[in-house]
């Protein structure tokens, strides 16, 4: 599956986006997505996911209550619409796909998403 990550860009601290990703060339509804984001000289890392279903969702503790992930699987994409953005949000985000499973562990595991997006770059000034 090719991924294709948009709607990046620079906003203001207490601002929002909203990241997109579209999914071509498999069934979108096989995999459960995933949102990561890599900071300057930091290691990418697990922000949110979402099930093949969209049925379940998943948020790193530094985002819940701001961040919500959703996916239209007749768009074959999937979102993350990004509300209060702090500084620290500043980062390279990527949507990622792995295969459906019924593991809620595996859902925040880098290692275990197959195919990634190019990334797109959010700026969150102060």
């Known amino acids: 599956v090719q991924l294709q990550a948009s709607g990046g860009g620079l906003v203001q601290a207490g601002g929002s986006l909203r990241l997109s990703c579209v999914a071509s060339?498999?069934?979108?509804?096989?995999?459960?997505m995933g949102w990561f984001r890599q900071a300057p000289g930091k290691e990418r890392e697990f922000e949110a996911a979402?099930?093949?279903?969209?049925?379940?969702?998943y948020y790193a503790d530094s985002v819940k209550g701001r961040f919500t992930i959703s996916r239209d699987n007749a768009k074959n994409t999937v979102y993350l619409q990004m509300n209060s953005l702090k500084p620290e949000d500043t980062a390279v985000y990527y949507c990622?796909?792995?295969?459906?499973?019924?593991?809620?562990?595996?859902?925040?595991?880098?290692?275990?998403?197959?195919?990634w997006g190019q990334g797109t770059l959010v700026t969150v000034s102060s």
């Open positions: 979402i099930n093949w279903s969209g049925g379940s969702t």
């Open positions: 060339g498999r069934t979108f509804s096989s995999y459960d």
């Open positions: 990622a796909a792995k295969l459906r499973s019924a593991s809620a562990q595996a859902m925040g595991v880098t290692h275990l998403y197959n195919y």
